[in-house]
């Protein structure tokens, strides 16, 4: 499979979390940056299998929106054990956003990645979720992916965010009330693109959403069998609904493209009361609180770019 590698600007922590206070600033009323150590991930309500998002950081984006539209490519399945060993990190902690395996599930659903890979010495854990359309109410279903199913698969496009794993300092992000137009990962990835220019800087992590309500989608379960050729087309298809705090987050961006087609930011999200899927933007600015952990991502892989591209279907 291609795979291309790209070393991404690396700022101290410091200046990383001086450059998104400022950016923050002009779109929330209360915020607070700084460096600290990585709270423990494996404890409530992240319950990641790895204790902190540090180590040999990485971006992967996989496959691309034109595998899933204007029609299905069925035939861009991947594996996030081979994913690891692309990108130079078997045993990688790898978390992001995608679509579901719809090779073991049947169906198509919002994929929520939360794998430690395998490695030489320790099997494979996955804890990812993944999020689908009930189809008798067309409600929201979250499952967790291991209670039914096996494998490490995903497929057609993902957004993923690699490291060792390790404890380690990361940068803080809180910020309340917001003021400003901008969602809250926009919002931090224009901050970076404003200062950083033609240096692309690449971040992921997690965050919480501890208060207010979302907007979010959940892709149909079935692909759509006439073609999807714009955003109009795109939304039609997709489910929308407003989600409730707490939510898990789990945001991968990078401030610019470096010429590789890139989705700039993707976030998928969890919860432990049943909602999941693909995070736009609060709807609740006067309550919506939040509370994230980030680390810089030292390179970005592309892995099987799409060769004919367009531009919908990307919010
Ligand atoms: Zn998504």
Not at 162 to 180: L, M, N, W, Y
Request: with cysteine.
């Amino acid at each position: 499979m291609a795979c291309n590698e790209f070393s991404l600007h690396v700022p101290t922590l410091k200046e990383l979390a001086g450059v998104l206070q400022k950016g923050l600033k002009d779109n929330f009323a209360d915020v607070q940056v700084s460096v600290v150590d990585c709270p423990d991930l494996t404890k409530e309500p992240f319950t990641f299998p790895v204790k902190g998002i540090c180590g040999k950081t990485r971006i992967a984006e996989v496959g691309g929106v034109p595998y899933l539209m204007p029609l299905v490519n069925k035939k861009k399945v991947y594996d996030l054990n081979k994913i690891a060993q692309e990108i130079k990190l078997p045993g990688a902690f790898i978390l992001g956003a995608g679509a579901g395996p719809f090779q073991t599930l049947g169906f198509n659903s919002e994929f929520i990645p939360v794998v430690q890979t395998e490695s030489e010495h320790n099997p494979p854990v996955n804890r990812s979720y993944f999020a689908w359309i009930n189809p008798v109410d067309g409600g929201c279903l979250l499952e967790k992916y291991s209670e039914k199913y096996h494998d490490f698969g995903c497929a057609l496009l993902a957004n993923l965010f690699a490291s060792e794993g390790q404890p380690g300092k990361v940068i803080e992000v809180k910020a309340k009330k917001r003021t400003g137009q901008l969602n809250f990962v926009t919002c931090m990835r224009q901050a970076l693109e404003d200062h950083y220019e033609n240096k692309p800087v690449g971040m992921g992590g997690t965050f919480l959403i501890q208060k207010g309500k979302v907007k979010a989608h959940i892709m149909s379960a079935e692909f759509s069998s006439c073609p999807l050729t714009s955003d109009e087309q795109v939304n039609e298809w997709l489910n929308f609904y407003e989600m409730k705090a707490p939510l898990i987050c789990l945001p991968v961006f990078i401030s610019r493209d470096p010429g590789f087609d890139l989705r700039l930011e993707h976030t998928h999200f969890f919860s432990h009361h049943g909602e999941g899927g693909h995070y736009h933007y609060d709807t609740t600015p006067d309550t919506v609180e939040y509370l994230g952990y980030f680390s810089p991502a030292q390179f970005l892989y592309r892995i099987d770019q799409p060769k004919e591209t367009h531009s919908f279907g990307r919010d």
